[in-house]
């Protein structure tokens, strides 16, 4: 089986919404179902019919997240940083500058499910991260990116 990288805090993530889901979301959809089953006949029950739609929706939720936690393999950035020689690895926030607009970005390099870009976290499979994982501060890449050819400089790494 193929392990899927991941990080301390987006396993926390996961195993959070897995625990809401089992412990607040199935209840509530299981009384949701109770209750429209109460109104009596269920070919006509638009209410039992969607309570039973968001059972499934839900329950899905859950063997994913299962699934992803079972294979996943947890990565501990502190401690992998400390083994990383500067060089960026799975898990490092990068500060880089874009040489040619001057713009400041920063990134961390998380696994996919962890990825959102409004949150500043590329997935480890995302162009800019694969140009990245392996360089060291002071290291300029060129990146194909959807919109162009980007020439990045790495600013600092950090393993936080």
């Known amino acids: 089986m193929d392990r899927t990288p991941l990080t301390q805090t987006g396993a926390d993530a996961l ?16 009384a949701a179902i109770e209750e429209a089953r109460a109104h009596g006949d269920l070919k006509e029950n638009a209410e039992y019919h969607a309570a039973k739609e968001e ?58 499910d962890e990825a959102d870009i409004k949150q500043g976290k590329l997935s480890f499979a995302s162009p800019i991260a694969r140009a990245l994982i392996g360089k060291s501060e002071g290291d300029v890449v060129d990146v194909d990116v959807p919109s162009g050819k980007r020439t990045l400089e790495i600013v600092e790494v950090r393993y936080i």
């Open 55 to 112: 059972q499934g929706f839900n329950e899905g939720r859950i063997a994913e997240i299962e699934g992803k936690i079972g294979s996943a393999q947890i990565i501990d950035v502190t401690q992998a940083g400390a083994q990383a020689n500067g060089r960026i690895i799975f898990g490092a926030t990068v500060d880089l500058a874009d040489e040619d607009s001057g713009e400041e970005l920063t990134y961390q390099i998380v696994g996919e």
């Open 15 to 30: 195993r959070a919404e897995l625990t809401r889901l089992k412990k607040t979301e199935r209840p509530r959809i299981v």
